[in-house]
């Protein structure tokens, strides 16, 4: 009896002791599944949508990320990127986005004036300096106690001149190694100089940075150049394309392309590296920002994914998730947001809305427009007209920005249902008009013609 006793105990004990184990095999496979849920990379189309957020520069402290970008004064310009403000935000997840603050060129040397251009943040000796554009003229500095603000300009006048380098010497960035500020600027040539230890003057002459293809030949590089060292390697960064060098100041050896999109700023976030780069949410001119994931092959070049893209490209959707998306009437109608659409009520015969401008949209890609609309009018037909442009026009970037005189462009008619008690969907091919250049920068509909009274509603347009 003792030993059939003997032996149940033992076969219990064998059993509590393997149920513990699965118990704490499950609770380590719990706990890995939730780190491994926690650090999984991030990747987000557009932070704060339909905000125009444009030029992202991040900067990484206890646990949040920091960002200070421009601001596009209006989805409607006037003129070439009037940008009227720097924001700062901030966030402890990479996907909840806080707003802290404005900076305004006002408070600087550039005085009110839109030329809220691209810069840098950085911390040195406990206090936190802006470095930023004024326009494509110089560059300033602006200082703060805490990261998130009262900043202010430390010098009054431009740490970088016009005329200190021969190309303009805006778009600055600040690199840091072994306590040495390192600041790179300028557009198709870049500079680099070291940062006096008061972070106003230069304690070096700018020196003139070397981009050569695999042959020694000297290439040229956009605006707004952008850095990070990973293992041996510094890489130089500049819109959607890159170069490496194992020396700071190079000569850097051209690789390709880069990640799709505009300027870019990255940053180190739980053992991931992240770009923040420029993106066209509503048009060139009214931006927003991306989050994505940079990775690299083994011989340090960097992997661009198959599916990688600029938003909102191949194409361009108009989904009125948060508004009307940057469309505006223009005669005939009125047109307003309402419940995840853009809705209008008739006042006079051929209404017409219109997009954003500068849509920028490549139609060497594209092939269709596709819209669900709701006629509730007697009309039995809707318009579609289109304004595009050759991005190799001379002046391309800063003219166009003028009213376009829709009676002069092509209108193509889609016959469409009356009185609808549901939404439609409707395509036109853009092979329909007689001449299609390969930007995509604004179009027009007429989404009742001939209607003088009732109403239409827009769920969705699509550019595909």
């Known amino acids: 009896m003792k030993s059939l006793i003997k032996q149940i105990s033992i076969l219990t004990l064998i059993t509590l002791v393997l149920f513990s184990c699965n118990e704490v095999k499950k609770k ?194 956009e605006d707004k150049p952008t850095l990070f060292k990973r293992n041996d390697w510094y890489y130089l960064v500049y819109g959607s394309r890159y170069s ?43 931006r927003g920002a991306s989050l994505k994931p940079v990775n690299f092959n083994e011989d340090g070049t960097i992997i661009i994914p198959a599916d990688d893209r600029m938003y909102p490209a191949p194409g361009r959707p108009f989904e009125f998730k948060n508004s009307t998306m940057g469309w505006k009437a223009l005669n005939g109608t009125s047109a307003e947001f309402k419940d995840g659409k853009l809705i209008g009520t008739i006042s006079d015969k051929n209404a017409v809305i219109r997009s954003a401008p500068w849509l920028y949209t490549d139609t060497r890609l594209c092939s269709k427009v596709t819209f669900n609309i709701k006629n509730n009018s007697a009309a039995k037909e809707m318009k579609f007209a289109i304004y595009t442009r050759d991005e190799k026009e001379n002046g391309f970037w800063t003219v166009g920005t003028k009213p376009v005189n829709w009676n002069e462009k092509q209108w193509i008619s889609i016959p469409i249902s009356s009185n609808d008690t549901e939404f439609k969907t409707y395509t036109i091919e853009l092979n329909q008009f007689n001449e299609v250049k390969n930007r995509l920068m604004q179009i027009a509909i007429q989404p009742a013609t001939d209607a003088t009274s009732g109403t239409w509603e827009i769920e969705e347009i699509r550019i595909e």
């Open 28 to 221: 380590k496979e719990v706990e890995n599944n939730i780190s491994e849920a926690k650090h999984k990379p991030v990747k987000i189309d557009v932070i704060v949508p339909e905000h125009g957020m444009a030029d992202p520069h991040a900067w990484v402290e206890n646990d949040r990320v920091y960002i200070i970008c421009g601001h596009d004064k209006s989805w409607d310009p006037t003129s070439s990127f009037p940008m009227d403000r720097w924001e700062l935000w901030s966030s402890a997840d990479l996907i909840n986005w806080e707003f802290h603050r404005n900076l305004l060129p006002q408070d600087t040397y550039i005085g009110d004036q839109p030329n809220c251009w691209a810069g840098d943040i950085c911390e040195r000796d406990g206090k936190y300096y802006w470095f930023f554009s004024n326009r494509n003229i110089d560059t300033g500095v602006m200082v703060a106690d805490e990261i998130t603000g009262e900043y202010k300009d430390l010098l009054g006048k431009p740490l970088l001149p016009k005329g200190i380098v021969p190309v303009h010497p805006y778009d600055p960035e600040i690199f840091i190694e072994n306590d040495v500020y390192t600041i790179c600027f300028g557009v198709g040539k870049y500079y680099m100089a070291t940062l006096a230890k008061d972070m106003k003057s230069l304690d070096t002459e700018p020196k003139k940075i070397i981009i050569q293809d695999k042959n020694g030949k000297e290439l040229s590089a």
């Open 244 to 286: 490496m060098s194992k020396n700071l100041y190079g000569p850097y050896e051209f690789q390709g392309a880069f990640l799709s999109g505009g300027h870019t700023s990255f940053f180190d976030w739980k053992g991931q590296k992240y770009v923040m780069q420029e993106n066209h949410d509503i048009s060139a001119f009214y």
